[in-house]
């Protein structure tokens, strides 16, 4: 995790654009008392996304819990897809 203020941010936006996509860094940009801005790589507000959705309703939690467990306990196979 990075954190800077807003105006080192200004001086060296690239830089801290080239942190965040390429090593998955989370850039917080400090704005004065109790407030600020997180900056993520576009792949990782993606993958919490997706996370949130499977997340969203019992039924999506269930199935993914016991993908896990299956998963785990060496209860799984692999398919080729045909393209």
């Known amino acids: 995790m990075i954190t800077t203020t807003i105006s080192d941010f200004r001086k060296d936006i690239k830089d801290y654009f080239n942190r965040v996509t390429e090593n998955f860094e989370t850039l917080i940009i400090n704005r004065g008392k109790n407030s600020g801005v997180v900056v993520i790589s576009l792949e990782e507000y993606n993958s919490l996304i997706t996370t949130q959705h499977e997340m969203s309703s019992d039924k999506n939690k269930a199935r993914l819990d ?4 299956k998963f ?7 398919k080729n897809l045909v393209e």
Request: charged share 20%; hydrophobic share 25%.
């Open 66 to 69: 016991s993908a896990i467990g």
């Open 72 to 78: 785990k306990k060496g209860n799984s196979f692999s």
